[in-house]
């Protein structure tokens, strides 16, 4: 039988994190990164967030009907394609 001795100053490396604790970082630190810029752009926030339910009233109220499109799709020819695309581009946004 064979001994093997290690040096006491030999150090053993350190198993590598895990995947679930690296997304844990990677997350937390843009979290704190986005609360640094929310804190310094909280009056634009705060006007954007109420302007933004507005913008959409108007848009939906009075635009489409201004330009012969209705929500629903209210021209001859059934469910306008125009306002599909654009009823899901602004609710996305």
Do not use: C, H, W
Not at 22 to 49: E, Y
């Amino acid at each position: 039988m064979s001994t093997t001795t290690v040096a006491a100053n030999t150090q053993i490396p350190k198993p590598a994190r895990s995947a679930a604790a690296a997304s844990r970082t990677a997350f937390n630190a843009l979290l704190l990164r986005d609360l640094t810029v929310l804190r310094k752009n909280l009056g634009v926030f705060i006007a954007r967030t109420i302007i933004q339910p507005f913008l959409l009233v108007f848009v939906f109220l009075y635009v489409f009907p201004q330009i012969g499109e209705g929500v629903g799709g209210g021209s001859a020819g059934g469910l306008s394609s125009f306002a599909t695309v654009l009823v899901a581009g602004v609710v996305g946004l």
